[in-house]
């Protein structure tokens, strides 16, 4: 059964940073896209980052220039480091990764990220 297990989300003061992690196991498929979404209560979710398996990769306008997604294929897990920091980051952070011929999307649980003034 595939698994994505976020972690490293937490309480952080504005203009700080945090890295995220997120670990995929219980395949042998390939793992194609992975990325991180976020959403906040009564909002829709949205893309934060993806990285490709050959490591190309697309931001959101709004975490340009402060986080960067990159992934470790031989561990299946894909990170991302977010710096400069904003109120407006805070959110639940979700892992998404597509696996195999037919890319089926997973997702992990979420992890909360919380930026305080």
């Known amino acids: 059964q595939v698994q994505l297990v976020e972690s490293g989300g937490g309480l952080v003061q504005a203009g700080g940073s945090l890295r995220l992690s997120c670990a995929a196991s219980g395949t042998r498929l390939s793992i194609n896209d992975m990325g991180w979404y976020r959403q906040t209560p009564g909002k829709q979710r949205e893309l934060v980052a993806d990285?490709?398996?050959?490591?190309?990769?697309n931001y959101a306008d709004s975490v340009k220039g402060r986080f960067t997604i990159s992934r470790d294929n031989a561990k299946n897990t894909v990170y991302l480091q977010m710096n400069s920091l904003k109120l407006e980051d805070t959110s639940v952070y979700y892992c998404?990764?597509?696996?195999?011929?037919?890319?089926?999307?997973?997702w992990g649980r979420g992890t909360q990220v919380t930026v305080s003034s």
């Open positions: 990285i490709t398996s050959g490591g190309s990769t």
């Open positions: 998404k990764a597509n696996i195999g011929p037919y890319r089926t999307s997973y």
